[in-house]
């Protein structure tokens, strides 16, 4: 007889200037729930848009940042956000970005975590926060419930902002290595998948079909071109404001300036030899050898 698996607890709740981890204590889970996790700028969107398409057989024009909610995002207010997720009928697939010692965890919903270097992490991060509007900061820093300091425009160029997130563990949003340090720790659970971004970029059609095998989801081959042209970057970049919250209200730009570049290594020309020794040595230390690998790199 096979084991019960240890599921994951609940230990502690987390309010910052963009969380409140409660509301997840009162989702009604479904037994056909998906869980998208990751840490910010991982590819959160394409994930999203990709599950949609699976769920909608290729659909165009699903307004997928409304579909699929940041539930521990600490606006609009709980009472709101947890209406509109149960008056939702289609398979639901909610979006997170807690630890997962941080997160209600059902053994009956699918969970996908989808990682990426943290170089290519700050790299997004600085385009996302540099290029936030006075509505993104009215938004994180003047609505009720806000816990800890304002969040603050970026100052310095990339390379500089990227040093601060490295050097204080996240800052000025949150810890990049508990994050991916909680849900590699809970990889072998059989209601989570590990994706990473680059092995999006490198096969997204053979990705795909793991995603859809791994949430039991059946791809009609009439469909498939059509799921995987709609999954596309340029695709999305094309149709951002349907993708990204709020149609890119929240950003100078639009929609377009959210879906950035969607690349990997423009850290690579700017950061020193010491830069990158010091972060490959800090991935080490705190993910372990085999963990940092995968963050790095993904499965390839």
């Known amino acids: ?150 969040m603050e425009q970026p100052a310095g160029p990339v390379e500089e902002y990227y040093r601060n997130w490295l050097e204080n563990d996240g800052h000025p949003f949150w810890s990049f290595w508990e994050n991916a340090r909680s849900w590699w720790n809970i990889r072998d659970l059989p209601n989570v998948m590990m994706l990473h971004f680059s092995d999006l970029k490198a096969d997204m059609p053979g990705e795909i079909e793991r995603i859809a095998a791994f949430l039991e989801i059946p791809i009609d081959p009439a469909n498939r071109d059509a799921i995987i042209e709609h999954c596309s970057f340029d695709y999305m970049k094309a149709n951002a404001a349907t993708c990204v919250p709020m149609g890119g209200a929240l950003w100078d730009g639009g929609p377009e300036t959210f879906m950035h570049k969607g690349t990997n290594g423009r850290w690579s020309d700017i950061l020193s030899a010491e830069d990158i020794a010091a972060y490959e040595a800090k991935a080490i230390a705190e993910l372990g050898p085999e963990c940092a690998k995968w963050v790095a790199s993904g499965r390839r």
Do not use: C
Not at 32 to 52: E, F, M, V
Not at 63 to 84: C, G, H, N, Q
Not at 85 to 107: C, G
């Open 1 to 150: 007889m096979a084991e019960t698996p240890d599921w994951p607890q609940k230990t502690r709740e987390i309010h910052t200037n963009h969380f409140d981890s409660t509301v997840w204590n009162d989702v009604a889970f479904r037994d056909d729930d998906i869980i998208i996790a990751t840490y910010a700028k991982s590819g959160t969107t394409w994930l999203q848009q990709i599950i949609s398409q699976l769920i909608f057989d290729g659909q165009e024009g699903l307004p997928v940042a409304d579909m699929s909610p940041w539930v521990d995002l600490r606006v609009p207010p709980k009472e709101i956000k947890f209406a509109a997720i149960e008056q939702q009928t289609h398979r639901r697939f909610l979006k997170t970005h807690l630890p997962v010692d941080a997160l209600v965890f059902s053994p009956a919903a699918k969970y996908i975590y989808i990682g990426r270097d943290g170089r290519d992490v700050a790299w997004s991060l600085f385009n996302h926060h540099s290029n936030a509007n006075d509505l993104w900061y009215e938004v994180i820093n003047d609505t009720p419930g806000r816990v800890g300091p304002a």
